[in-house]
């Protein structure tokens, strides 16, 4: 008892304080359990078309009844023809549009799922100009995304007009930036594989308005448009052997670069700022990568190998080229600055590389890959790096971005005697491969930049 | 004297050692214990309006309350003239008696008379459980058979006790932890990762379902009450067996004055969201968001903010960016519109959330993290 004794005032506190301990971890358990708001992370989402409703455009005078069909419609396939929306049809629309100002109910919109709502109305006044103006709704959001936008033009011009519309719809959605407005310049193609006629003709991105450039005298090849879009380089066997050519969309005039005896030019596309021109010359059996100031001077060669250097390419700042060369033994991609100097290879696959350009963002550049006889449309970046193939066929060549980096269009050409070009776009994502409607046969496409 | 005197004291100090270490080792688990009391604190509403007694008794059967919840719907069952309901209240008194004899006569008493005026309560509670149930069962029930039952027994004895609920809340938090010691914690740790794992699965897969259903939950709300009943009637048992009375007595009162205060911060808070209903929220989200896997927001990262109605609703206007990352500020707007339809679209009459845990999704941070998406 006595040694218990004198322990006691000391066992007691320490007992007490033993005691006591277990209660303070479950009151700061409680404390953390309690606080702050629910976390979650969501990494999976779902990839389909996001569905709008966009009602016929109101007719703000009779003479518009039909404008404002066309225009609708045509907006309704831009937008659809980029496979990131899906338009609802209007049958299920529980809430009908009258008039251009009236408020929108954004329950009978929500009810049939439509994420975006878009609602215009047309005029067209007795001296044929047409208004367009249009408002752009987040149904779910109950808002409207950016202000209201009115637009005039021709009536000959109706489909730019529509286009515009689309442009302004998809750029306020997406956060891209717009490419309806825009053409292609391409190599319409006619009569039998062993004697076919080639006319450089021109089109909307979506194969509408197709006009003639050239009559089929002379073969043409590889058209490219400057960045402003006023000019069209080309190759054309006019003369016998393969010129560059330059041509004023315009006025169809055109004029021959470097016009020097016994070289074979070719592949040529404009610097970004439009003042010059990369290009392939070959002079001697052997090809190389030359560069020409349009307002004068000698063209100054940037490559100077025994193998093929062809296909350039410049990045839209204009500091480096891209272009193909088999100095490996096959042909590969390779980096170089805009001045010439060290070259790096950016593709290390297997197959044969080809026809690189850089796209207008300047993250990724797009080729033609041939590897186990099927030939596909890739993308990688700037770098080398992710490689991905988007297209494989009997024969897929020559990719053409859209002004917004986003949609790749390439020729593609059917096997056999009776295969024939066509052209086609794909989304860099691989999605959404569709047949560009040009009216026959079609090949060698360039777009152009986006209209003004 | 003195060998007696030692052997009890060594006896006493070794018991005393060996609940607090084991308490330690339990702390990890105590989160789970204060999600049970916290479905009591809804109860207590309840009680308010019928019995004003109950809540100083509490304490007590708080701290028991914890381990019980395996034991509770086995006996339940049989006593049971609902299963649900009567589960509960036969194992009650049992748990009562063992804990106040030794701990507290009052406390004893109370728990029996209790147990008495529950029986009663508990046929008028059933009509409205009814319909919280069929919206949980719907969730759970399809997953797995053995963490399920658990689950609907809880919601529906609630009820009958919850005069028991309000005692059973006080005292649990802190003393079950360092009593219980391993024993209990086991109990308690293996039913909480079966209920988990089974619900996990099923919410996320039937939440399209769950989305279409989820106009119904408004009329649940008063039934809330029912499955904070169901942990305290459970924890009494657990204790009583495991323990000595004379150290849980001992126990109690030190601790009393601690437990007393944190009783109070669950009730305001149920427990945390299993995983299985955070999962069934993320699966319902990302049904509706669509992601442009080409486009630069792809490549953004954003983080939403919202403050969510007890409907499970978000609060007109509340949605707003928190922060974003991997682009410029129009590409993180683009995703955080696209994040923002995701969240409103999907919500349709409300996310299938359980009400009496509102204080826990009351305020939501949800991150869209397409990096997954693009390489698809």
Redesign the interface.
């Known amino acids: 008892m006595r040694p218990f004794a004198r322990l006691a005032p000391i066992l007691a506190p320490a007992l007490a304080a033993l005691l006591l301990i277990p209660g303070l971890p479950a009151q700061t358990a409680l404390a953390q359990g309690t606080q702050g708001p629910l976390r979650i992370e969501i990494t999976e989402g779902v990839i389909e078309p996001l569905p709008f409703a966009l009602p016929v455009f109101v007719a703000e005078n009779a003479a518009a009844g039909q404008m404002a069909q066309r225009i609708s419609e045509t907006v309704a396939a831009d937008l659809t023809g980029t496979g990131l929306f899906r338009r609802i049809g209007p049958e299920a629309f529980i809430s009908r549009v009258t008039a251009f100002d009236s408020p929108i109910r954004y329950p009978d919109w929500r009810a049939i799922n439509a994420q975006a709502l878009i609602v215009g109305a047309v005029n067209v006044s007795a001296s044929g100009q047409v208004t367009v103006k249009f408002r752009l709704f987040d149904v779910f959001a109950g808002q409207e995304m950016g202000e209201g936008l009115q637009l005039g033009g021709s009536e000959s011009g109706w489909r730019r007009l529509a286009h515009k519309v689309a442009d302004t719809v998809y750029s306020r959605i997406t956060g891209e930036r717009p490419y309806f407005d825009s053409r292609v310049v391409f190599v319409a193609e006619t009569g039998p594989k062993n004697d076919r006629r080639k006319r450089l003709a021109i089109m909307d991105y979506d194969g509408e308005n197709i006009r003639y450039l050239t009559d089929a005298s002379s073969i043409v090849l590889a058209p490219r448009f400057s960045p402003a879009g006023d000019r069209v380089l080309y190759t054309s066997y006019e003369s016998g052997i393969p010129r560059i050519y330059m041509m004023e969309v315009s006025t169809a005039q055109r004029r021959v670069l470097d016009d020097q005896q016994g070289i074979m030019t070719f592949a040529p596309r404009f610097s970004p700022d439009g003042q010059s021109v990369v290009y392939s010359l070959s002079t001697g059996g052997n090809t190389d990568i030359y560069v020409l100031n349009l307002s004068g001077g000698q063209p100054r060669r940037l490559t100077s190998a025994p193998s093929i250097e062809t296909a350039p390419s410049f990045s839209p700042d204009g500091g480096r080229v891209v272009f193909e060369s088999d100095r490996s033994g096959a042909p590969q991609l390779y980096v170089m600055p805009a001045t010439g100097g060290e070259v790096r290879r950016i593709s290390f696959g297997e197959g044969r590389y080809g026809t690189p350009v850089w796209s207008p963002r300047g993250d990724m550049i797009a080729f033609t890959k041939q590897n186990a006889g099927r030939f596909h449309i890739g993308v990688m970046r700037a770098d080398g790096s992710e490689e991905r193939l988007l297209t494989a066929s009997f024969l897929d060549e020559g990719p053409t971005w859209a002004p917004n980096g986003r949609v790749i269009m390439f020729m593609r050409e059917t096997a056999g005697a009776g295969g024939a070009p066509s052209l086609y776009s794909v989304d860099i994502s691989g999605r959404n491969l569709r047949r560009v409607n040009t009216g026959g046969a079609a090949s060698d496409p360039a777009w152009s930049p986006l209209l003004p | 004297?003195?060998t007696g005197?030692?052997i009890s004291?060594t006896g006493h100090?070794a018991l005393?050692?060996w609940?607090?270490l084991g308490?330690?080792f339990a702390?990890v688990d105590?989160?789970e214990f204060?999600?049970t009391d916290?479905v009591i604190l809804s109860e207590s509403d309840f009680a308010l309006l019928s019995q004003p007694g109950p809540p100083p008794e509490d304490p007590a059967p708080a701290a028991d309350a914890p381990p019980a919840p395996e034991e509770a719907p086995a006996p339940a069952l049989p006593s049971a003239d609902d299963a649900p309901t009567t589960a509960g209240v036969p194992e009650i008194p049992e748990t009562a008696e063992p804990d106040s004899a030794p701990d507290v006569s009052a406390i004893a008493e109370t728990a029996r008379p209790e147990v008495a005026s529950v029986a009663p309560d508990a046929p008028v509670s059933p009509p409205e459980e009814p319909e919280e149930n069929a919206p949980v069962t719907a969730h759970d029930a399809p997953p797995d058979s053995a963490p399920a039952p658990a689950d609907r027994v809880a919601p529906s004895p609630a009820p009958p006790p919850e005069p028991e609920v309000r005692i059973a809340d006080s005292l649990q938090?802190?003393?079950?932890?360092?009593e219980s010691r391993t024993a209990t914690e086991e109990v308690q740790q293996e039913t909480a990762p079966e209920a988990a794992a089974p619900e996990i699965v099923t919410e996320a897969e039937t939440v399209r379902d769950a989305v279409a259903r989820a106009s119904p939950r408004p009329p649940s709300r008063p039934a809330r009450p029912a499955p904070a009943a169901d942990p305290p009637p459970d924890a009494p048992t657990p204790e009583s067996d495991s323990l000595n009375d004379t150290i849980e007595e001992?126990?109690a009162r030190?601790?009393e004055p601690?437990?007393t205060?944190?009783d109070t911060?669950?009730r305001?808070?149920g427990?945390?969201?299993t995983q299985g209903e955070?999962d069934a929220?993320?699966v319902a989200?990302?049904?509706?968001?669509?992601?442009?896997?080409?486009?630069?927001?792809a490549n953004i990262t954003v983080v939403i903010?919202m403050s969510m109605d007890r409907d499970g609703k978000v609060v007109n206007g509340s949605?707003k960016l928190l922060s974003s990352e991997g682009g410029s500020g129009?590409?993180a707007?683009?995703?955080f519109?696209a994040a923002?339809?995701?969240i409103?679209?999907c919500q349709r009459g409300g996310y299938q959330l359980p009400v009496e845990k509102y204080?826990?999704?009351?305020?939501?941070?949800?991150?869209?993290?397409?990096?997954?998406?693009r390489t698809?």
């Open positions: 004297m003195r005197f030692i004291g100090m005393i050692l609940l607090l308490g330690l702390r105590e989160p204060t999600a916290a938090p802190a003393r079950q932890p360092d001992a126990i030190a601790n601690a437990d205060t944190p911060t669950p305001a808070f427990p945390p969201l955070r929220l993320r989200v990302q049904t509706c968001w669509q992601v442009d896997v080409g486009s630069e927001a903010g949605l129009r590409a707007e683009i995703a519109q923002r339809r995701a409103l679209r204080d826990h999704w009351r305020e939501i941070e949800m991150t869209f993290n397409p990096e997954t998406m698809r």
